[in-house]
């Protein structure tokens, strides 16, 4: 079945660790993309990808990388995690890129850093 | 600047009552405007857009560009609508990056 699958679902790790958080999808989809959202606030694109080999900032600074090597796997690395960076993480994907175009999301990651 | 806003951060119904989800936003042209909502314990999930005019589990939304506003609507509330709802829109010139409003919590009461 088509999915959007993100791993590990919850983290808590100390500052000064180097993280990557999985995201892979099953939908056969070209854009990615990476949001970051605090309790009961907005989202936050940090990173979007196109395609394979194509990734782009997003609206919100972050000390977060991200690659994109294969059409299906876009992981988010952080090389020094801090407690600012203590947040819910959630990737998506979508087949289009405009008009009204939907987002699939996977189900998060929940970072803590100590 | 673009920006989405929603003014309520909680609201809390009874079962049966008709619901009103405030959604006003800001651009310049003709966005592409959604309704996304996250049941508990669920991924979020896109529950309409404006160009489809369609009703989704009860639920519809009228774009008012005089008013700049998508609000979201159902006549009566069932305790399985209790969620987190996000007004989004999407630019439909230069980036198409959708902006997110902080969303709204629907609390429907027995």
């Known amino acids: 079945e088509a999915d959007i699958y993100q791993t590990p679902r919850y983290l808590v790790i100390g500052t000064g660790k180097k993280i990557t958080l999985e995201c892979s999808q099953t939908m056969g989809h070209d854009k990615m993309y990476w949001y970051q959202q605090d309790p009961g606030m907005e989202l936050h694109l940090i990173h979007y990808s196109y395609g394979v080999n194509s990734t782009e900032k997003g609206d919100l600074s972050s000390e977060s990388t991200v690659s994109r090597i294969r059409t299906e796997h876009f992981p988010l690395t952080l090389e020094s995690a801090r407690p600012s960076h203590t947040s819910q993480y959630l990737c998506?994907?979508?087949?289009?890129?405009?008009?009204?175009?939907?987002?699939?999301f996977g189900p998060g990651t929940r970072l803590t850093v100590t | 600047a673009q920006r989405v806003t929603q003014p309520e951060k909680l609201l809390s119904v009874f079962k049966g009552a008709p619901v009103e989800l405030k959604c006003n936003y800001s651009y310049s042209g003709s966005p592409e405007l959604f309704w996304y909502v996250q049941y508990s314990r669920q991924r979020l999930q896109l529950l309409l857009r404006h160009i489809s005019r369609e009703s989704i589990k009860g639920f519809t939304a009228d774009l008012n560009k005089g008013e700049t506003s998508f609000h979201l609507k159902k006549p009566f509330a069932q305790e399985e609508d209790s969620a987190m709802y996000y007004c989004?829109?999407?630019?439909?010139?230069?980036?198409?990056?959708?902006?997110f409003g902080t969303g709204t919590r629907l609390k429907v009461l027995a």
């Open positions: 989004a829109l999407a630019p439909t010139s230069g980036t198409y990056k959708y902006i």
């Open positions: 998506a994907s979508s087949e289009l890129w405009t008009g009204a175009y939907e987002q699939y």
